[in-house]
């Protein structure tokens, strides 16, 4: 990377990294508990910490973590809450945090949406706006879609008896002119795909339910 900058120094480069847990990058005790590091924060892995420094030295590099919710794992808010602060302690942005994919064994590890929101919303309570910028991405065949909200308190509208979850189009295919709209269905917590909130659409602007979901 360095050569590469040599030859292209006006090109920055990002690097996409995916941890899952903070386990994966921070040093534990005998215990099982974090290490404090004296100059702030938590200890990271030697190894990691070496890579990290590295790429976040050279200020043309930018580092992004993203990661999937994934039950078992990670679907733990004080967890998240770690890994997120940490991250951004050492220079790697909160990019993020994805709902499963319906892809071949999917339902056994995905965690459903609803959970996944409630699960990152409550790891983000107490941290900065920082470290907390990292939203909660599900992906449709017209573009990365951001869980937004799911509401707890019954709506006065059709549909809405059980709250809402709202769906928004992050980033489209092409010219991307359906960027920001908006999609209301009524709460399923089971769902863990756009399919199983078919039969509870109240409003869709974005067009999410006029295209196949799977």
Same mark, same amino acid.
């Given at each position: 990377?360095?050569?590469?900058?040599?030859?292209?120094?006006?090109?920055?480069?990002?690097?996409?990294?995916?941890?899952?847990?903070?386990?994966?990058?921070?040093?534990?005790?005998?215990?099982?508990?974090?290490?404090?590091?004296?100059?702030?924060?938590?200890?990271?892995?030697?190894?990691?910490?070496?890579?990290?420094?590295?790429?976040?030295?050279?200020?043309? /590099? *930018?580092?992004?973590?993203?990661?999937?919710?994934?039950?078992?794992?990670? @679907? $733990? #808010?004080?967890? %998240?809450?770690?890994?997120?602060?940490?991250?951004?302690?050492?220079?790697?942005?909160?990019?993020?945090?994805?709902?499963?994919?319906?892809?071949?064994?999917?339902?056994?590890?995905?965690?459903?949406?609803?959970?996944?929101?409630?699960?990152?919303?409550?790891?983000?309570?107490?941290?900065?706006?920082?470290?907390?910028?990292?939203?909660?991405? /599900? *992906?449709?065949?017209?573009?990365?879609?951001?869980?937004?909200?799911?509401? @707890? $308190? #019954?709506?006065? %509208?059709?549909?809405?008896?059980?709250?809402?979850?709202?769906?928004?189009?992050?980033?489209?295919?092409?010219?991307?002119?359906?960027?920001?709209?908006?999609?209301?269905?009524?709460?399923?917590?089971?769902?863990?795909?756009?399919?199983?909130?078919?039969?509870?659409?109240?409003?869709?602007?974005?067009?999410?339910?006029?295209?196949?979901?799977?």
């Amino acid at each position: 990377v360095d050569k590469f900058h040599e030859q292209y120094p006006r090109t920055q480069l990002r690097f996409m990294v995916h941890f899952n847990h903070p386990d994966e990058f921070l040093q534990k005790d005998e215990e099982g508990n974090f290490i404090t590091d004296p100059r702030g924060g938590l200890k990271l892995l030697d190894n990691t910490g070496r890579a990290i420094e590295g790429l976040a030295s050279r200020h043309w /590099i *930018t580092i992004d973590n993203q990661a999937p919710i994934i039950r078992g794992i990670n @679907n $733990d #808010p004080d967890a %998240l809450r770690i890994m997120q602060r940490e991250l951004r302690r050492n220079r790697v942005e909160n990019h993020y945090f994805f709902c499963g994919r319906d892809i071949v064994g999917h339902r056994a590890f995905n965690v459903p949406i609803e959970e996944a929101w409630q699960v990152l919303n409550e790891s983000q309570k107490g941290l900065s706006g920082v470290e907390a910028h990292a939203k909660l991405s /599900i *992906t449709h065949y017209l573009g990365k879609t951001e869980v937004c909200a799911v509401t @707890n $308190d #019954p709506l006065p %509208l059709p549909g809405g008896e059980n709250g809402v979850l709202i769906f928004k189009l992050m980033r489209g295919v092409a010219d991307a002119s359906n960027r920001g709209k908006v999609t209301i269905v009524g709460r399923n917590p089971e769902a863990i795909w756009f399919n199983d909130y078919e039969d509870r659409i109240i409003y869709d602007e974005a067009g999410l339910f006029k295209t196949p979901t799977f």
